[in-house]
């Protein structure tokens, strides 16, 4: 089973061009709307899944899809993970939050996953008009050029994502205390460009507290094949099928260690 990264990234990149930056800054009220309190969805989601399932299932005969929005619609396709054939999974806008206010930071994810494996993962970022992928085993690329995660530092030197959202507020509070450790605390909204600058090296560390395979499953493996260290919370390896975890990653098993005792620390 194999099929062409630079074709899935020009595919992707047509449709961000076509479907999400025609309508970014010009959506109408009546092209958002609220899947749940908080959680939104735009004309731009619907349009650019809709047009990325077909060319997906064409270049990978046999494979099925699993995208945020049909899934919003349709929990059940979750199960696709779980079966024998290679699944694409689509996150047309990540970020939307972002995108619905106009604010420019956002992206496209695709991954493709088999029997609980990521195979190949895609990031585009359609305001930069640059794509971040990886296979596995074959480093991670950035239009071509290999990218490689910052190196691992002194906590007071290191920067990244924190998420204080984790549903628990002991951890939370404990997070706050130890917040003032490392040099900073970068929050964007968006997993797409945390996965941006895990991988090209700007930030350190990211924290996520659910874990949805269209949000994580391509940032993990190309954080993983730039060089990181991906785990959950409890030190157990990333598995795409498992959604209500909590993802830390850090540039290498030494320093996810450190920062999360460091971090942590009652």
Not at 21 to 36: N, S, V, W, Y
Not at 63 to 74: C, P, Q, R
Not at 103 to 109: E, R
């Amino acid at each position: 089973m194999r099929v062409d990264p630079e074709a899935v990234a020009r595919h992707i990149a047509e449709v961000a061009a076509e479907e999400i930056m025609p309508r970014f800054g010009r959506l109408a009220a009546a092209d958002i709307q609220e899947k749940t309190p908080g959680d939104l969805v735009t004309a731009a989601d619907t349009a650019a899944e809709q047009r990325l399932t077909p060319i997906l299932l064409d270049l990978l005969p046999g494979s099925l899809v699993v995208g945020e929005e049909a899934t919003a619609a349709d929990p059940a396709l979750l199960d696709r993970l779980k079966g024998e054939a290679p699944v694409w999974v689509i996150d047309p806008v990540d970020g939307t939050l972002n995108f619905a206010a106009g604010i420019p930071i956002f992206g496209t994810m695709v991954a493709l996953i088999r029997k609980g494996e990521v195979l190949a993962g895609w990031i585009h970022d359609p305001i930069r008009k640059r794509t971040l992928m990886a296979e596995s085993g074959g480093g991670a690329h950035v239009d071509g050029a290999r990218v490689s995660v910052a190196r691992a530092a002194d906590v007071k030197r290191m920067s990244g994502n924190l998420s204080f959202h984790t549903g628990d507020r002991a951890q939370a509070a404990t997070l706050g205390r130890n917040a003032d450790k490392p040099a900073s605390i970068i929050t964007l909204r968006c997993a797409a460009a945390d996965y941006f600058n895990l991988a090209e090296g700007r930030t350190h560390f990211s924290l996520f507290n659910r874990t949805w395979p269209w949000d994580h499953a391509p940032g993990w493996l190309i954080h993983k094949e730039a060089g990181g260290c991906g785990r959950f919370l409890d030190g157990s390896p990333y598995l795409p099928t498992e959604i209500y975890r909590r993802l830390f990653l850090a540039p290498d098993e030494a320093s996810w260690q450190l920062l999360f005792d460091t971090l942590w620390a009652a």
